[in-house]
């Protein structure tokens, strides 16, 4: 398996601008979640989906977040608009669920610049 | 509310020798804790999972032990080498498969 993969690496935007982040979990993962990381703030839960359900948004920001999952191998976080206090690593993460010995997997990051 | 703690914030090593890394918790309903490390600009990869029922899970160079009674889990990495030097992260999943990720320790180990 490709591991969690998420597009794209690098963003670079404008103030104003919507931006679209993109995770596709491992396949037979039935949980996603979506990370924020900061220097300030580490890492932050943003919202948590089961089996393509939200179960968990309390850590998206402002309605200017928002995260949708349509099928059980795609997921976007959409963020409009973006300000520069976006600026950050966005990770997905995915898990299978089923028992305790499941390892959480995360996706290489995209590392978003709001200008 | 879980907190995570890990200490020390920041350590720097001699190649070749064993440490320890420790992590603590205050909410010891857990369901597991999972150890991971972070290279610069890269994702988390993880590194050794402990099941709450557990008191220790073996990788290689690595042991991480939990003690949920008083909080606290330890990654012990015998022989280290160069290419350990990174940011090492433990993670809690409590209730809801809410995770609560630790402070960190950054690693260095010198030539």
């Known amino acids: 398996d490709a591991g969690v993969i998420q597009s794209p690496r690098h963003e670079v935007t404008e103030m104003g601008q919507e931006v679209t982040l993109r995770c596709k979990p491992i396949?037979?993962?039935?949980?996603l979640f979506w990370y924020r990381q900061t220097m300030m703030r580490g890492l932050e839960l943003l919202i948590y989906f089961n089996n393509n359900v939200p179960i968990d948004d309390s850590g998206m920001p402002e309605d200017r977040f928002s995260a949708k999952m349509p099928n059980a191998s795609f997921s976007t976080l959409k963020i409009q608009p973006s300000e520069p206090r976006d600026s950050a690593v966005y990770f997905c993460?995915?898990?299978?669920?089923?028992?305790?010995?499941?390892?959480?997997?995360f996706g290489s990051g995209t590392q978003l610049s709001v200008l | 509310k879980q907190e995570v703690t890990q200490i020390p914030a920041a350590l720097s090593v001699p190649e070749g020798e064993n440490l320890v890394l420790n992590c603590s918790f205050t909410d010891s309903a857990i369901y597991n804790l999972q150890w991971f490390r972070q290279d610069p600009g890269k994702g988390l990869t993880s590194l050794l999972l402990i099941q709450s029922s557990q008191r220790e899970q073996t990788s290689g160079r690595l042991n991480a032990s939990l003690d949920k009674s008083s909080g606290r889990s330890t990654l012990y990495i015998a022989a280290s080498q160069p290419g350990d030097s990174a940011t090492y992260l433990c993670v809690c999943t409590g209730g809801g498969n809410k995770l609560t990720f630790g402070t960190g320790t950054q690693l260095k180990v010198e030539l």
């Open positions: 993460a995915s898990r299978r669920d089923r028992g305790q010995d499941e390892k959480l997997f």
């Open positions: 396949s037979g993962h039935n949980s």
